[in-house]
């Protein structure tokens, strides 16, 4: 059973910055993939920054680099997403997704995702 775990959340004044974590049980960390998408009210799930099962390869939604920043670190099963220099805009639930596979693959689409947590809530006020 697959199961991720988002925290970190919270409401932040815009210029700040949140650290929000994704932890995995139930499968094999190392041939995961994890993403971060976002979804706000009435929109569809954006793409933020996913990385490889090994941590080589990452790719960031183009708006979002410089401010947003992927990790893992597979001994605690566990992917990071730090946000700096938050906006109003950027408020949404944001998800971790993890994509099983044997590859480095680094996906954008959400339809490649097997798995994902409850969500977690991000409120930048102004």
């Known amino acids: 059973q697959v199961q991720l775990v988002e925290a970190g959340g919270g409401l932040v004044q815009a210029g700040g910055s949140l650290r929000l974590s994704c932890t995995a049980s139930?499968?094999?960390?190392?041939?995961?993939?994890m993403g971060w998408f976002r979804q706000a009210p009435g929109k569809e799930r954006e793409f933020l920054a996913a990385i490889s099962w090994s941590g080589s390869s990452t790719r960031y939604a183009d708006s979002l680099k410089g401010r947003f920043t992927i990790s893992r670190d597979n001994n605690k099963n566990t992917v990071y997403l730090q946000m700096d220099s938050l906006k109003p805009e950027d408020t949404a639930v944001y998800y971790c997704?993890?994509?099983?596979?044997?590859?480095?693959?680094?996906?954008?689409?959400?339809?490649?995702?097997?798995?994902w947590g409850q969500g977690t809530q991000v409120t930048v006020s102004s």
């Open positions: 139930g499968g094999i960390f190392d041939n995961y993939a």
């Open positions: 997704a993890a994509d099983i596979n044997t590859f480095q693959r680094v996906g954008v689409m959400s339809s490649l995702y097997d798995y």
